[in-house]
């Protein structure tokens, strides 16, 4: 088992900047890849960024230049700085990571304001 607590979440203006924290603890060596998603109200929930074992990035269009995703080199902690925020960028924000037993898990959310 895996868990994930997400913080950093909160309110912004536009152009502003967060950084969104996801610990996982318990079965830490199962870990595999990690990621981060997100929800608007109303949408379906969507990748933002993710990062292999090996430390590879990938990033929604979206958010390309603007989100950096990174992982400490225990590979406890995961984190997405999150600069030139758009109102748009508004959702909660979940961690994922999955296993090398095929398991996946989520952490419980942390919200996203960006005021205009």
């Known amino acids: 088992q895996v868990q994930l607590v997400e913080s950093g979440g909160g309110l912004v203006q536009a152009g502003g900047s967060l950084r969104l924290s996801c610990k996982a603890s318990?079965?830490?060596?199962?870990?595999?890849?990690m990621g981060w998603y997100r929800q608007a109200p109303g949408k379906q929930r969507e990748l933002v960024a993710q990062i292999s074992s090996a430390g590879t990035t990938t990033y929604a269009d979206s958010v390309k230049g603007r989100f950096t995703i990174s992982r400490d080199n225990a590979k406890t902690t995961m984190y997405l700085q999150m600069n030139s925020l758009k109102p748009e960028d508004t959702a909660v924000y979940y961690c994922n990571c999955n296993t090398w037993t095929w398991r996946n898990y989520w952490g419980q959310g942390t919200q996203v304001t960006v005021s205009s």
């Open positions: 318990g079965s830490i060596s199962s870990i595999n890849g």
